[in-house]
Every structure is written in structure tokens, then in C-alpha cells.
């Protein structure tokens, strides 16, 4: 039975028995807690924890999930996928153990014409909660299973959880027994080769709080209702129909293998288990790296795009290891495009930007892989030369940080070269960069907090948005919320009313209304700013609205500052949008689209958009493209705007079905979860035409000009243009202008003829740097003479130990030592130069002639010394060792230490 059909016979069954078939979410939600989709149940969450009503009772779905935490195991059991689907059926507070055992032994053991899966029943077996006497007696009762064939087992295997806060419960799971020739018997506690699971039926029941592993965890209590949460895995179960060995004979996974062995010179199967598992890896790493990039990501140093890079270089690797020297990366996608798409059809109408994005970083990793061997070689010589079998973190940092390898990689290098790494050091190396990068943690909006306190104003029906016809709208208080608890009264004085507390202060006040016409923050558009009035008795009562934002993607909750009065739930306001800052905003938004558009019109259909922002006056769009543009694009794009700005086209905009608003074009983000029932914003007919629920001007001519300000890099294969429009693009333009004059003013020529004179004045002053470079180090070696000349002699070694003259560079050391050592001929010789950088570094490095070394000095060693005293850090090998400092202050004593060492360090 075909993996395509397993499907279909899962959900079939389902939607038979009153459950509604629900479609995958993407591998990417917007979860901090989460970098992928790790099991079926995730978008179900906040029905499972009673934050939000769940529109059905009864659902079914096929999940794609993303596991990486055993991404070493790959290729080496006979289970372990980074991808996987996960069939599910899931109950919210409607059937309980009964229901969900028996749907499960019904579906596994019908015969296969008549809708089943055809397993032999005396081949299954069944695990429970150690303390789970409901599940084995229904067990029995239900499916006829004998006691010999459920075992208990205890939390590690049979209470589940997504391994954080969250809902959580007993589990029962289902396992096939493959026979014999797979291990012993026993059952799964014997045996997870021969007895593999297929099923796992969880009990939902409680929340559970933090913890550090599948046992560590604090049960907070029970959830509102008893839910049923399932997972069949499909790879697992077309293993065992399709009678293959292992879930990478699959096929869905073995037409890579397939392809694989026609181009390597070593076959699969062939009896060498590390080719094996090289196979193996690039068959389930190519899939995953297909789905991830269909949802959106790019390859990057951080998060989701880290994972999808390290995926993407150890099929890489792999493929070389297996002899395959030409690129593979593109055919690969190829295979995967064919295996997967009657399953996943966005892999074939989305098929151009996966693959392009997939062979882009192939070559960028074929160019690096190169010379970052030949570093890990070197420094693995390096390593095993001075007697230790540790690789240093700072080597392994270099790998990382110079030629993008994973330090996974760098394990695996290291383990074939019979070396360990000293991965403490990395990670500490790794942290301190990182620091960087940790400045809007804290600003993160953490997923699964507590909502419920909004649930019933979330279930009562969506706030009513009025903002695309009018600024300000008569509403109703519909809740009253300070620091998320609900409140009946909120006043700016922070007096009290029975129990509701109010005030203005530090607190978080938050007012829901029925309707509104501010923007909640969406789609790349920020949230309007705008006031709320009382009316009638509470006239007296205003307060700024400062934030929108939504709860459920439908309730409207609006952050305020009381300024006066008092509002009280159920009170009639008035609410208004500051009419300047929606102007701008609309600016902002629709010259988004219009960039958007110039961008496909000059680059072509595979820049395809990776997110925005927008706000008054500025945009700024984040699209999926390798390599920097070129001035002449940016150009075009620019002039292309502002082509379609002039051109006044009207901004119309309607509402249609998703599917028909795909049919005609229309741009959607990429694992951005729509509606059956979407918004299009069309700009002069096929010049744009986008999903959008944002606010936009009546005509592209409202926008004002377009001033593309830059264009960089954000990530591997994501650029980033931001752009000025409007008022904020005259005044930009208006700065510009004058900065032009003032230089014009400055060099006494034209305008126009401004840039060229630059250009000769810059090189003028290179030929001149070229000079003095060449004058400074014409006087560094002369003085490299006298200091040979002068070498001090400390016990058998002479040393010239010298501060040099500032501004010299790390290479212009090197070289100076060089001549240096040469003078000093074959006597016991030690160099040590150190100086003032030019952008406060402290270069230092230090030579040794062999004479020397045979005394057991080392210039690797002598390095560090060096650098202890500046604040820096350095390495090399026993003749030549170099590093850098930021404390100049040190200069002198890092000597005065060097020489200290050359006298202790002398073998007699």
C-alpha cells in the first residue's frame, strides 16, 4: 500500500466516524517555544488548555512534523525521521479512552478491502500508564487484546507531553510485533526494533508545568475537559505494509536512495553500514530541507534557518563521503518534488524557489567546504602533534564562524580523525557572540500564556472592524482588562470601584470594544494610534490608545493610557484613529505592494516576499534572493515604483475564496495560514494583486514618491530593501540635496561634477596611504636590523622582544619577524613583536628558530603568554604563532612576561 493511499484510508476513516478534516499547519508557527511543528496536536493547543472553543467536537488531520533533537540517530536506526507525518484524530471534551481505542484497532485491523490497514491482530501489542487500569480493561473489553500483550510502563514512555508547559496525559501506545528474526520477544519493553510502535493514544488530561525531561515536570492540575490527542505515524506504518526493512525504504524516501546509487561509485546495501547511513541521511535531510523551505525558511546562522542549513550540508557531505564530487543538491529536490507532491502540491507549484534556494546554498558550501577542510586538517595535525587528542574550542569557533560549518560537522570530522572537540569552549565563544543578538528577547509574546481570562469575549464572536470605511466609530466596552485580569471599572485616578482596580501608572490597561476602526498590529502593519472617548454621563472619560493587538486572531484588545475619567464595561465610547498617522501608515502599506511588484517586474517570479514592516512614512521588505543587487536594479525597482505611483492606478479591493484568489495570482506569504474566505488588494490590474487584510490609500498616486533608501543582506538567501515614502521621501531627498550642495560648495565645482571629483581625491589619498605604508614598514625593518643586532641574550636563547611602532598590522609583524629570524641565523632564537592596531587591536606574534625549539620553546605557547596580558588570545604552531588583544596597557608587561617565560621555559 502506497504512503499516499495510507493517508487516505486514515482520514477517510475519520471524516466516516464525524470528525472534521483539518488541514496541516505549517511547520512554522508562531510559537517562541517551538522552532518547528514537532507532533500533530500543536495547533490544537489552545482548545486542549480551554483558552479558545474549538469549532468541532470531533478532527481529524495529517500533520507535517519536524524533529531534530535525534538527528544523530538518522540512517543509523531503522525509525528515526527528521520529518514525518502524523495522522491524528483528535477528541475536545467528546469521546474519551473508549472512543479512541476503538477507532484505532478498527482502523488497523480491517481488512484492507474494506477500508483498513489488513494487520494481523495477533501481532499488535499495547503499553499503558503504570497506573492505568481503565486502558487495560478497555483494551480487553474493546479489542479482545490479552494481558500478555499490554504492558505498563512508566512516565519516560507513557505520559506525553510536547516536552514543555502545556497540556499533558496518560498514553497508550500501539506496537507491531515483526517477527522474530528482528530481536527477541518480551514485547516493547524487550525490544523497540522487533516491537515497533505505530500509534500513540494520549489521554489529555492535564497541564503540566517546566521541567528537564520527559519525568521532571510539575502537574498543574486537570485541563477543563477530558481530550483525546492521537498520533499514527504514516512513515512507520507504510514500513511495515510495504514490508521494508526500515522507514527509508519507503516510497517516499528509497527513489532518493535510488538516485543516489546511480551516481555513486558505492552502492547501498552493499554491506558497508557507514555508506548505508550516508544514504540514508540524504534521503531523509533532502525531504526535510524541502518541506522547511516550501514553509518559508531560508538557510541562516540562527533558529530555523540554522537547522536548515546544518540539514542541508550533511547531505552534502554525505554525498561526498559516498565519492560524489558534482553537484546532487538539484536532483535531489527533483526526487523529492515527485515522491512528495500528490500529498503536498505546494512542492510542485512552489518547486522553482525550493530548489533555487537549496542549490544556492550547496554551492555556497562546496566553495567553503574546501578550505575549511584544510583548516580542520591542519589544525587536527596541529592537535595530535602536541600530544592531546582535544580539538580547541577556538579551532572549532573558526570552522564555525569563518566557514559557516556546523559544530555537528565539525563532531563528525573530528570523531573520523579519532579526536574529541572541546565543546565547552566552543558554546562559551559561541555565547559571547551571540549577546549581540539578544536584544528583543525579552520583547518575544510568548505562546500559550494565559488567555483564558478573554475566552468568553473570544468565544462571544470577533471584534467588528470598520477602519476600511471610516476613522472614528461608536462602540461598546465589551471587557476591561488591567494586567490580564478582567475588571468592571477602570479609572484615571487608580480609585477603587467594589472589587476593580484601576490606574493609569505602570499597570497594562486593555479595553475591548465590539467594534473598532483602529488597525490591530498584522500582516507587517503596525497598530494605529488613536484615542477612545466616553460618551453621555462618562463624556469626561479619554484615554490614548497606544497598541493594538489580537488575541485569536479575531478579538481586538486595544492598550491604552487613561488620561481622564473612568470607563466601565458596557459604557458606549466613541472610538477615533489619529487621521495623520493612518495616512502615513496607508502610505507605508501600499508602497509595500508597489515595491513588492517592481521587485518581481525587475528581478523576476522567484523574489518572492519573506516578510515586511510598515509603519508612517517607512517600509521595509524582506524577500527570498541570492547575492546582493546591483546598482542598476536598484534603480530599476525604484523608477518602476514610482512608475506606477505616477501612473494614479486605483486601489481596489474585494473578497473571493483562497482558492480562487490563488487561481488569479494573487501573492500569499509563505507558511501563513489564510481563511477560506480571503481579502485581495489589487494596484492597476496585473501590476499587484495580494492577500492582505492591511489598510491601503484610494490611489497609488497617495502615496508620494518612493525612496528606496538601501538594499542588504538579512540572511543567507534573504534580502532586505527599505524605503522612505511620502513626506518622510521629500524630507530624505531634501537632506540629500543639501549634503550634495555642501560638498559642490566645498570643492568648488558643480553638482554634477561632485561624484567624479570625489573618486580622485579617494584615490589621490590611497596612492598617499600606499606611501606612507610603504615609508612606516621601509622604517620598521631597518629597525628589524638594529634589533637583531641588538637581540638580548637570556640564558641559551636570543630574544628580541620589542613594542613596535602604532598602527601596524598583524601581516606587517609577520613579515618583519620573518626577517628578524632570518638574521639571527641558527643560534637559539625567540621573536616577539607586538603593537598598536589601527582600530584598537593589539596585533602580536611571536617566531622561534628550530635551535630553539629543541630547548622546548614553543612559539604556540610563548603566544599565549603574549596575550594573557592584553586581553587577547592567540595560537599557531612551535615556529609560528600569532594573536590578537584590545588592552594596549598591557603592552609592557605581556613582554616583560614573554621574557620571564623564555628564561623558565629552557630545557637545560
Given at each position: 500500500?502506497?504512503?499516499?493511499?495510507i493517508?487516505?484510508?486514515?482520514?477517510?476513516?475519520?471524516?466516516?466516524?464525524?470528525?472534521?478534516?483539518?488541514?496541516?499547519?505549517?511547520?512554522?508557527?508562531?510559537?517562541?517555544?517551538?522552532?518547528?511543528?514537532?507532533?500533530?496536536?500543536?495547533?490544537?493547543?489552545?482548545?486542549?488548555?480551554?483558552?479558545?472553543?474549538?469549532?468541532?467536537?470531533?478532527?481529524?488531520?495529517?500533520?507535517?512534523?519536524?524533529?531534530?533533537?535525534?538527528?544523530?540517530?538518522?540512517?543509523?536506526?531503522?525509525?528515526?525521521?527528521?520529518?514525518?507525518?502524523?495522522?491524528?484524530?483528535?477528541?475536545?471534551g467528546?469521546?474519551?479512552?473508549?472512543?479512541?481505542?476503538?477507532?484505532?484497532?478498527?482502523?488497523?485491523?480491517?481488512?484492507?478491502?474494506?477500508?483498513?490497514?489488513?494487520?494481523?491482530?495477533?501481532?499488535?501489542?499495547?503499553t499503558?500508564?503504570?497506573?492505568?487500569?481503565?486502558?487495560?480493561?478497555?483494551?480487553?473489553?474493546?479489542?479482545?487484546?490479552p494481558?500478555?500483550?499490554?504492558?505498563?510502563?512508566g512516565?519516560?514512555?507513557?505520559y506525553?507531553?510536547?516536552?514543555?508547559?502545556?497540556?499533558?496525559?496518560?498514553?497508550s501506545e500501539?506496537?507491531?510485533?515483526?517477527?522474530?528474526?528482528?530481536?527477541?520477544?518480551?514485547?516493547p519493553?524487550?525490544?523497540?526494533?522487533?516491537?515497533?510502535?505505530?500509534?500513540?493514544?494520549?489521554?489529555?488530561?492535564?497541564?503540566?508545568?517546566?521541567?528537564?525531561?520527559?519525568?521532571?515536570?510539575?502537574?498543574?492540575?486537570?485541563?477543563?475537559?477530558k481530550?483525546?490527542?492521537?498520533?499514527?505515524?504514516?512513515?512507520?506504518?507504510?514500513c511495515?505494509?510495504?514490508?521494508?526493512?526500515?522507514?527509508?525504504?519507503?516510497?517516499?524516501?528509497?527513489?532518493?536512495?535510488?538516485?543516489?546509487?546511480?551516481?555513486?561509485?558505492?552502492?547501498?546495501?552493499?554491506?558497508?553500514?557507514?555508506?548505508?547511513?550516508?544514504?540514508?541521511?540524504?534521503?531523509?535531510?533532502?525531504?526535510?530541507?524541502?518541506?522547511?523551505?516550501?514553509?518559508?525558511?531560508?538557510?541562516?546562522?540562527d533558529?530555523?534557518?540554522?537547522?536548515?542549513?546544518?540539514?542541508?550540508?550533511?547531505?552534502?557531505?554525505?554525498?561526498?563521503?559516498?565519492?560524489?564530487?558534482?553537484?546532487?543538491?538539484?536532483?535531489?529536490?527533483?526526487?523529492?518534488?515527485?515522491?512528495?507532491?500528490?500529498?503536498?502540491?505546494?512542492?510542485?507549484?512552489?518547486?522553482?524557489?525550493?530548489?533555487?534556494?537549496?542549490?544556492?546554498?550547496?554551492t555556497?558550501?562546496?566553495?567553503?567546504?574546501?578550505?575549511?577542510?584544510?583548516?580542520?586538517?591542519?589544525?587536527?595535525?596541529?592537535?595530535?602533534?602536541?600530544?592531546?587528542?582535544v580539538?580547541?574550542?577556538?579551532?572549532?569557533?573558526?570552522?564555525?564562524?569563518?566557514?559557516?560549518?556546523?559544530?555537528?560537522?565539525?563532531?563528525?570530522?573530528?570523531?573520523?580523525?579519532?579526536l574529541?572537540?572541546?565543546?565547552?569552549?566552543?558554546?562559551?565563544?559561541?555565547?559571547?557572540?551571540?549577546?549581540?543578538?539578544?536584544?528583543?528577547?525579552?520583547?518575544?509574546?510568548?505562546?500559550?500564556?494565559?488567555l483564558?481570562?478573554?475566552?468568553?469575549?473570544?468565544?462571544?464572536?470577533?471584534?467588528?472592524?470598520?477602519?476600511?470605511?471610516?476613522?472614528?466609530?461608536?462602540?461598546?466596552?465589551?471587557?476591561?482588562?488591567?494586567?490580564?485580569?478582567?475588571?468592571?471599572?477602570?479609572a484615571?485616578?487608580?480609585?477603587?470601584?467594589?472589587?476593580?482596580?484601576?490606574?493609569?501608572?505602570?499597570?497594562?490597561?486593555?479595553?475591548?470594544?465590539?467594534?473598532?476602526?483602529?488597525?490591530?498590529?498584522?500582516?507587517?502593519?503596525?497598530?494605529?494610534?488613536?484615542?477612545?472617548?466616553g460618551?453621555?454621563?462618562?463624556?469626561?472619560?479619554?484615554?490614548?490608545?497606544?497598541?493594538?493587538?489580537?488575541?485569536?486572531?479575531t478579538?481586538?484588545?486595544?492598550?491604552?493610557?487613561?488620561?481622564?475619567?473612568?470607563?466601565?464595561?458596557?459604557?458606549?465610547?466613541?472610538?477615533?484613529?489619529?487621521?495623520?498617522?493612518?495616512?502615513?501608515?496607508?502610505?507605508?502599506?501600499?508602497?509595500?505592494?508597489?515595491?513588492?511588484?517592481?521587485?518581481?517586474?525587475?528581478?523576476?517570479?522567484?523574489?518572492?516576499?519573506?516578510?515586511?514592516?510598515?509603519?508612517?512614512?517607512?517600509?521595509?521588505?524582506?524577500?527570498?534572493?541570492?547575492?546582493?543587487?546591483?546598482d542598476?536594479?536598484?534603480?530599476?525597482?525604484?523608477?518602476?515604483?514610482?512608475?506606477?505611483?505616477?501612473?494614479?492606478?486605483?486601489?481596489?479591493?474585494?473578497?473571493?475564496?483562497?482558492?480562487?484568489?490563488?487561481?488569479?495570482?494573487?501573492?500569499?506569504?509563505?507558511?501563513?495560514?489564510?481563511?477560506?474566505?480571503?481579502?485581495?488588494?489589487?494596484?492597476?490590474?496585473?501590476?499587484?494583486?495580494?492577500?492582505?487584510?492591511?489598510t491601503?490609500?484610494?490611489?497609488?498616486?497617495?502615496?508620494?514618491?518612493?525612496?528606496?533608501?538601501?538594499?542588504?543582506?538579512?540572511?543567507?538567501?534573504?534580502?532586505?530593501?527599505?524605503?522612505?515614502?511620502?513626506?518622510?521621501?521629500?524630507?530624505?531627498?531634501?537632506?540629500?540635496?543639501?549634503?550634495?550642495?555642501g560638498?559642490?560648495?566645498?570643492l568648488?565645482?558643480?553638482?554634477?561634477?561632485v561624484?567624479?571629483?570625489?573618486?580622485?581625491?579617494?584615490?589621490?589619498?590611497?596612492?598617499?596611504?600606499?606611501?606612507?605604508?610603504?615609508?612606516r614598514?621601509?622604517?620598521?625593518?631597518?629597525?628589524?636590523?638594529?634589533?637583531?643586532?641588538?637581540?638580548?641574550?637570556?640564558?641559551?636563547?636570543?630574544?628580541?622582544?620589542?613594542?613596535?611602532?602604532?598602527?601596524?598590522?598583524?601581516?606587517?609583524?609577520?613579515?618583519?619577524?620573518?626577517?628578524?629570524?632570518?638574521?639571527?641565523?641558527?643560534?637559539?632564537?625567540?621573536v616577539?613583536?607586538?603593537?598598536?592596531?589601527?582600530?584598537?587591536?593589539?596585533?602580536?606574534?611571536?617566531?622561534?628558530?628550530?635551535?630553539?625549539?629543541?630547548?622546548?620553546?614553543?612559539?604556540?605557547?610563548?603566544?599565549?603568554?603574549?596575550?594573557?596580558?592584553?586581553?587577547g588570545?592567540?595560537?599557531?604552531?612551535?615556529?609560528?604563532?600569532?594573536?590578537s588583544?584590545?588592552?594596549?596597557?598591557?603592552?609592557?608587561?605581556a613582554?616583560?612576561?614573554?621574557?620571564?617565560?623564555?628564561?623558565?621555559g629552557q630545557?637545560?
Amino acid at each position: 500500500m502506497q504512503t499516499h493511499e495510507i493517508r487516505k484510508r486514515f482520514l477517510d476513516h475519520f471524516v466516516a466516524a464525524g470528525h472534521a478534516e483539518v488541514p496541516s499547519a505549517s511547520v512554522i508557527l508562531d510559537d517562541p517555544n517551538l522552532l518547528f511543528v514537532n507532533a500533530g496536536m500543536v495547533q490544537f493547543v489552545p482548545y486542549f488548555l480551554g483558552q479558545q472553543t474549538p469549532p468541532w467536537d470531533r478532527a481529524t488531520s495529517v500533520q507535517k512534523c519536524i524533529r531534530t533533537p535525534d538527528i544523530d540517530e538518522v540512517g543509523i536506526t531503522t525509525r528515526h525521521n527528521t520529518f514525518f507525518q502524523m495522522a491524528g484524530n483528535f477528541s475536545f471534551g467528546d469521546y474519551f479512552k473508549k472512543g479512541a481505542i476503538e477507532f484505532a484497532w478498527t482502523l488497523l485491523t480491517n481488512p484492507q478491502d474494506q477500508g483498513g490497514y489488513g494487520f494481523d491482530p495477533e501481532r499488535l501489542w499495547a503499553t499503558v500508564y503504570l497506573d492505568d487500569d481503565d486502558a487495560i480493561e478497555l483494551w480487553q473489553q474493546v479489542a479482545g487484546l490479552p494481558l500478555e500483550r499490554i504492558q505498563r510502563r512508566g512516565m519516560a514512555d507513557n505520559y506525553w507531553s510536547m516536552g514543555i508547559p502545556g497540556p499533558c496525559g496518560p498514553s497508550s501506545e500501539i506496537y507491531y510485533d515483526r517477527g522474530p528474526e528482528y530481536g527477541i520477544e518480551g514485547g516493547p519493553e524487550a525490544n523497540e526494533d522487533r516491537y515497533i510502535e505505530i500509534w500513540n493514544l494520549v489521554f489529555m488530561q492535564n497541564e503540566r508545568g517546566g521541567g528537564t525531561s520527559k519525568e521532571d515536570f510539575e502537574i498543574l492540575g486537570p485541563l477543563p475537559r477530558k481530550n483525546i490527542d492521537t498520533g499514527m505515524g504514516i512513515e512507520r506504518v507504510a514500513c511495515l505494509l510495504q514490508g521494508v526493512d526500515n522507514v527509508y525504504e519507503t516510497d517516499l524516501l528509497r527513489p532518493v536512495i535510488d538516485l543516489v546509487a546511480g551516481i555513486a561509485p558505492r552502492g547501498y546495501g552493499a554491506g558497508n553500514h557507514e555508506d548505508d547511513v550516508r544514504y540514508r541521511i540524504i534521503a531523509d535531510h533532502s525531504r526535510t530541507a524541502a518541506i522547511i523551505i516550501g514553509d518559508g525558511v531560508s538557510p541562516g546562522n540562527d533558529g530555523r534557518g540554522y537547522v536548515l542549513r546544518r540539514l542541508l550540508r550533511r547531505v552534502i557531505r554525505s554525498a561526498k563521503l559516498l565519492g560524489i564530487d558534482t553537484p546532487i543538491v538539484g536532483d535531489l529536490m527533483v526526487t523529492v518534488r515527485d515522491a512528495m507532491g500528490p500529498s503536498y502540491p505546494e512542492l510542485v507549484t512552489d518547486f522553482d524557489r525550493i530548489s533555487r534556494i537549496a542549490v544556492a546554498e550547496e554551492t555556497a558550501f562546496n566553495r567553503t567546504l574546501a578550505s575549511g577542510s584544510r583548516l580542520f586538517e591542519d589544525a587536527a595535525r596541529a592537535t595530535k602533534a602536541s600530544g592531546t587528542d582535544v580539538l580547541s574550542g577556538g579551532d572549532a569557533f573558526a570552522l564555525h564562524d569563518t566557514y559557516g560549518f556546523p559544530i555537528e560537522l565539525t563532531l563528525e570530522m573530528a570523531a573520523e580523525a579519532d579526536l574529541r572537540v572541546d565543546e565547552e569552549g566552543f558554546r562559551g565563544l559561541m555565547a559571547e557572540q551571540r549577546q549581540r543578538a539578544k536584544a528583543d528577547a525579552a520583547a518575544r509574546k510568548h505562546a500559550h500564556a494565559d488567555l483564558s481570562a478573554y475566552r468568553e469575549l473570544v468565544d462571544a464572536g470577533a471584534t467588528e472592524f470598520t477602519g476600511f470605511d471610516e476613522l472614528t466609530s461608536e462602540a461598546r466596552i465589551l471587557g476591561i482588562f488591567v494586567d490580564g485580569k478582567r475588571v468592571p471599572v477602570v479609572a484615571h485616578s487608580g480609585g477603587m470601584r467594589g472589587s476593580a482596580a484601576g490606574g493609569a501608572g505602570a499597570e497594562r490597561v486593555e479595553l475591548v470594544l465590539d467594534r473598532t476602526p483602529l488597525y490591530a498590529e498584522s500582516g507587517g502593519q503596525i497598530a494605529d494610534i488613536g484615542s477612545i472617548s466616553g460618551t453621555g454621563s462618562s463624556v469626561a472619560a479619554k484615554a490614548a490608545v497606544t497598541d493594538v493587538q489580537k488575541i485569536a486572531k479575531t478579538l481586538f484588545v486595544h492598550r491604552v493610557n487613561v488620561e481622564s475619567g473612568e470607563f466601565v464595561e458596557g459604557d458606549t465610547i466613541v472610538a477615533s484613529v489619529d487621521p495623520t498617522w493612518r495616512h502615513g501608515a496607508t502610505q507605508g502599506h501600499t508602497g509595500t505592494h508597489m515595491v513588492h511588484a517592481a521587485l518581481r517586474q525587475v528581478l523576476g517570479p522567484n523574489a518572492v516576499q519573506a516578510g515586511s514592516l510598515n509603519r508612517p512614512g517607512y517600509l521595509r521588505f524582506d524577500f527570498n534572493w541570492q547575492g546582493a543587487l546591483s546598482d542598476d536594479q536598484r534603480e530599476q525597482i525604484e523608477v518602476v515604483t514610482n512608475e506606477a505611483v505616477q501612473a494614479d492606478y486605483a486601489v481596489n479591493t474585494m473578497y473571493t475564496k483562497l482558492e480562487k484568489a490563488k487561481a488569479m495570482g494573487a501573492m500569499a506569504l509563505f507558511g501563513e495560514a489564510y481563511p477560506e474566505d480571503v481579502r485581495l488588494v489589487e494596484i492597476g490590474g496585473p501590476f499587484s494583486l495580494e492577500l492582505c487584510g492591511g489598510t491601503h490609500v484610494h490611489n497609488s498616486a497617495q502615496i508620494g514618491p518612493v525612496t528606496i533608501l538601501g538594499e542588504s543582506s538579512v540572511g543567507s538567501g534573504v534580502r532586505r530593501v527599505e524605503a522612505y515614502v511620502g513626506l518622510d521621501s521629500f524630507k530624505y531627498l531634501a537632506k540629500e540635496r543639501a549634503l550634495m550642495a555642501g560638498l559642490a560648495s566645498s570643492l568648488k565645482v558643480p553638482s554634477d561634477e561632485v561624484p567624479a571629483r570625489v573618486a580622485s581625491l579617494v584615490e589621490r589619498l590611497k596612492v598617499a596611504e600606499k606611501e606612507l605604508d610603504r615609508a612606516r614598514l621601509a622604517n620598521a625593518r631597518a629597525a628589524a636590523v638594529n634589533a637583531a643586532a641588538g637581540a638580548e641574550q637570556v640564558g641559551k636563547v636570543r630574544l628580541v622582544a620589542q613594542r613596535m611602532a602604532g598602527g601596524m598590522s598583524a601581516a606587517d609583524l609577520r613579515s618583519l619577524v620573518g626577517d628578524i629570524r632570518g638574521k639571527l641565523g641558527s643560534d637559539p632564537a625567540v621573536v616577539a613583536l607586538i603593537a598598536e592596531g589601527d582600530d584598537d587591536s593589539v596585533p602580536f606574534v611571536v617566531a622561534t628558530t628550530p635551535a630553539a625549539q629543541d630547548l622546548g620553546l614553543s612559539a604556540n605557547d610563548l603566544v599565549k603568554t603574549l596575550g594573557a596580558a592584553v586581553n587577547g588570545r592567540g595560537g599557531g604552531k612551535a615556529d609560528l604563532a600569532q594573536g590578537s588583544g584590545t588592552g594596549a596597557s598591557g603592552i609592557d608587561a605581556a613582554l616583560a612576561a614573554l621574557r620571564a617565560e623564555v628564561a623558565r621555559g629552557q630545557r637545560s
